[in-house]
Nanobody, 132 residues
């Protein structure tokens, strides 16, 4: 059974750091692109970051570039999102998603992901709240 499980969310003061984890089971991440999305109340789910399967190229939304870092550990079958210098506007539910890359890239330089509908496997989400 294909499954993604996020963890690491919580309450953090502005300027603090959190690291989100996304553990995959039922498949191996080495041939999958992984993306992190977030959704705040009343807003659409938007992509935050993406990492390709072939060469681990990373992509970021403008709002998080320079503060967030996406990575993956194939041996642990886990992807991560390191979030530094957190701001209140980073508060949201964060989701990881994965999709096999074969003929088509799933990440995109301009949009972070080519399309969110490309991603067929999603986690349940983890809440991140940034507040003093």
């Amino acid at each position: 059974q294909v499954q993604l499980v996020e963890s690491g969310g919580g309450l953090m003061q502005p300027g603090g750091s959190l690291t989100l984890s996304c553990v995959a089971s039922g498949f191996t991440l080495d041939s999958y692109a992984v993306a992190w999305f977030r959704q705040a109340p009343g807003t659409e789910r938007t992509p935050v970051s993406c990492i390709t399967s072939s060469d681990s190229t990373t992509y970021y939304a403008n709002s998080v570039r320079g503060r967030f870092t996406i990575s993956r550990d194939i041996a642990k079958n886990t992807a991560y999102l390191q979030m530094n210098s957190l701001k209140p506007e980073d508060s949201a539910i964060y989701y990881c998603a994965a999709e096999r890359e074969r003929l088509f890239r799933r990440c995109d330089l301009g949009k972070v992901v080519r399309s969110s509908t490309d991603f067929g496997s999603w986690g349940q989400g983890t809440q991140v709240t940034v507040s003093s």
